[in-house]
């Protein structure tokens, strides 16, 4: 009888061991997968690139790192991403949360690498270049209360200071935030978040300070609005906006291609503003980010949603020929 089954039929009889096996064996050749993405960058991560290059080392921004391991294939890389560049320019910055109690150990596991790979003399230094906050419960009522004062909000808070013999210190008297007296006085805020603690620093904060989020796919659409209403300067979105950082990093925006041949190319702006043009991170080439989580994981996740969508396909068909023999039966 099953011989004379069509190759749809069998389809359906099809052990799906097999299949998760075969999804393992591509989504891991695309790990080893580099390919360049014919895509320009996303106008909201040109946005975040842009509002990070406005910044210089005498500027402190806050990062809100939200994340756990649940999210790591996009949010990691949208931290990796902030931080490097952060660190580039020698910003100080505080790293906190406000969403989960696992968060805050997770981005330092990435800060912690991030520094190691930065030459001895140019390493963030805890209390002096930056400030590792923890968990702060209830979204809402802490993002308020930095709103409303940041030195009562963080008030009694110490850090231990690297290279002062292990003893603590007075956040407020460290070089990160001793020119802080208010939240406006940060240069920025970017959230790094696969939830809806955006939409409470926007509805919190906004107009106290820039505003800038790195999100995952799923979240990225609900926070598109903030972002084309002005209300959010920036917004890297998914494995994309990892890709688009990392071209940005590597080439420049809008340089000129005799003298940098890998600048990305944006006309953000180009209406009633000149074109913005950001230089490379110093000493950078497309080459050090041609395995970088952006372009490693786009491939892998794409081997993957093709997989999904041919096995949607088969089924269906294998479904629609099995019903159309019994009723020819």
Sequence with gaps: ???????????????????????????????????????QPDESSVGLYVTLDGLDENDTILIQSDWTNSTRGETL?????????????????????????????????????????????????LGIDYLELGYFPNAEGATQSLGNNIRTFWEGR???VEGNGGDEMDIFRTPVLENIQKLEDCGMICVVTPSNTIDIAVERLSGKLPICCMCTGVVGPQILPYYNAG??????????????????????????????????????????KALPVVSPIEGKSSA??????????????????????????????????????????
Excluded: C
């Design 1 to 39: 009888m099953s011989e004379n089954l069509s190759i749809w039929e069998k389809m359906q009889s099809f052990d799906r061991r097999w299949l998760y096996l075969v999804l393992i064996v591509l989504v891991t050749f695309g790990l080893f997968v580099s390919p360049d993405i014919p895509a």
């Design 77 to 125: 890389g949208h931290l990796e991403a902030l931080l490097r560049t952060v660190m580039a320019k020698r910003i100080k910055f505080v790293m906190y949360t406000f969403a989960d109690p696992q968060a805050p150990q997770v981005s330092r596991d990435a800060l912690r690498r991030l520094n190691d790979e930065l030459p001895e003399d140019k390493r963030y230094k």
């Design 158 to 160: 110490k850090t231990r």
């Design 231 to 272: 209300q959010v300067a920036g917004l890297a979105i998914g494995l994309k906006g990892v890709y688009d950082m990392e071209m940005m990093m590597a080439g420049g925006l809008n340089l000129d291609k005799a003298d940098y041949p890998n600048s990305v190319r944006s006309d953000k702006y180009s209406e009633n």
């Design 288 to 329: 050090d980010y041609s395995l970088g989580r952006g372009k490693k994981y786009y491939a892998a996740l794409n081997i993957a949603l093709a997989l999904m969508v041919l096995a949607v396909i088969a089924g269906n068909i294998g479904m629609y020929a099995a019903k159309r023999r019994e009723r020819n039966a």
